[in-house]
């Protein structure tokens, strides 16, 4: 529920003005919110509407579940039906199109698709059917990890023969990286996501005022963003390149030590490849050595390799912010979240889906 001191009208359009002030000193600007939420609360919010016509907020690959490769769907569908083993994973997860089936096509067919929200429930259900073969299609960004690693870890322990886990995690500063290296996209400063700094914290993003480009961590209620989105011009104005934490109440600059270490016991970073945008340096993880024999790819000789978009999808500009969602030939006609074509239109935190949902008149 949103709090009343972080949505309050009058506040709110005060920042709306200083916001509109400070756009007025530094031109044409383009900032990217780099969260899945901050997309969607954006959009409920109808916060581009209210913004200075020089301010241009695009989305970036905030979405786990957008950026997930096809392959790695395949590999679960194709464990699914080929060799009966009960897939486990997120709901969004079970909608998002492969580059053959998504695993709801999979399920209609037969195969044991269950959704859970937790890794935790997947050392549960081991437990409790031995007998049963499950894997569990690990995905997100920094904030779900921990709990993943927490599972890992409890299912060694029970010494869990009948579970493994199909690591897909992807992690956020490398992306900035990525996005960076691409000067052509013009990003001027990030609106930086705040579940995943609550973990890993702002040290995380040096390399990114380092860059020369500013960042500001923020939370989700109507005036975290508003006041993001003006600290970010402030920045921009002074040319002061710098990582500010506006979400204090939530955010330390260490993060949680206990769940960096608990990754770090059981994970080692990897290069990993994006949907739509393709491999990063270091931005996977994988199961430490001690680890590997809950490592589903291994168990399984599992090939996670070429990957592939719908044909006429433009999701990977949509997550580089090249352009707006309802700028992809599909989106609105083939593609909608009754029918969607691309993973951008099926996760509740796809630019895709919330652009349909918000920020279209219809």
Not at 137 to 153: D, I, L
Not at 204 to 217: C, D, F, K, S
Not at 239 to 263: D, F, K
Not at 339 to 355: L, R
Request: proline share 7%; hydrophobic share 45%; aromatic share 6%.
């Amino acid at each position: 529920m949103t709090r009343p001191q972080f949505s309050d009208p009058a506040l709110a359009r005060k920042l709306l003005s200083a916001v509109e002030q400070v756009a007025g000193r530094v031109g044409p600007v383009k900032l990217m919110e780099v969260c899945g939420t901050h997309t969607m609360e954006i959009g409920r919010l109808g916060l581009r509407s209210l913004l200075p016509r020089t301010v241009e907020l695009v989305s970036g690959p905030g979405c786990p579940v957008c950026v997930t490769p096809g392959s790695v769907i395949d590999a679960a569908v194709r464990l699914a039906l080929d060799r009966g083993v009960a897939i486990l994973t997120f709901g969004d997860m079970i909608r998002v199109p492969g580059n053959e089936l998504s695993l709801e096509k999979a399920a209609a067919q037969g195969a044991d698709v269950r959704e859970v929200v937790s890794a935790l429930q997947a050392v549960d259900l081991a437990e409790k059917d031995p007998e049963r073969r499950f894997v569990f299609v690990a995905v997100g960004f920094e904030t779900t990890v921990p709990v993943v690693a927490r599972s890992v870890v409890l299912a060694a322990g029970k010494k869990l023969a009948n579970l493994h886990f199909l690591v897909a995690h992807r992690l956020v500063p490398p992306a900035l990286d990525a996005l960076l290296a691409d000067k052509a996209l013009g990003i001027q400063a990030f609106l930086l996501p705040g579940h995943v700094s609550a973990v890993i914290g702002g040290a995380a993003y040096r390399r990114v005022a380092e860059a020369g480009v500013p960042g500001v961590i923020t939370g989700f209620e109507a005036l975290d963003i508003l006041s993001g989105i003006h600290t970010a011009l402030t920045l921009i104005a002074d040319r002061t390149a710098s990582v500010v934490n506006c979400y204090r109440r939530v955010v330390r600059p260490e993060g949680n030590p206990r769940a960096v270490a608990l990754i770090r016991r059981v994970f080692q970073p990897v290069d990993a490849a994006w949907r739509g945008i393709g491999t990063i340096p270091g931005s996977g993880f994988e199961l430490r050595p001690e680890f590997t024999m809950f490592d589903a790819t291994g168990e399984y000789g599992l090939r996670v390799g070429a990957d592939r978009m719908p044909e006429g999808c433009s999701c990977g500009s949509v997550l580089k912010g090249v352009i707006r969602p309802d700028r992809c030939p599909l989106f609105g006609s083939a593609c909608t979240p009754q029918t969607p074509v691309g993973p951008c239109m099926v996760s509740s935190e796809g630019s895709c889906a919330a652009y349909y949902r918000y920020e279209v008149a219809r």
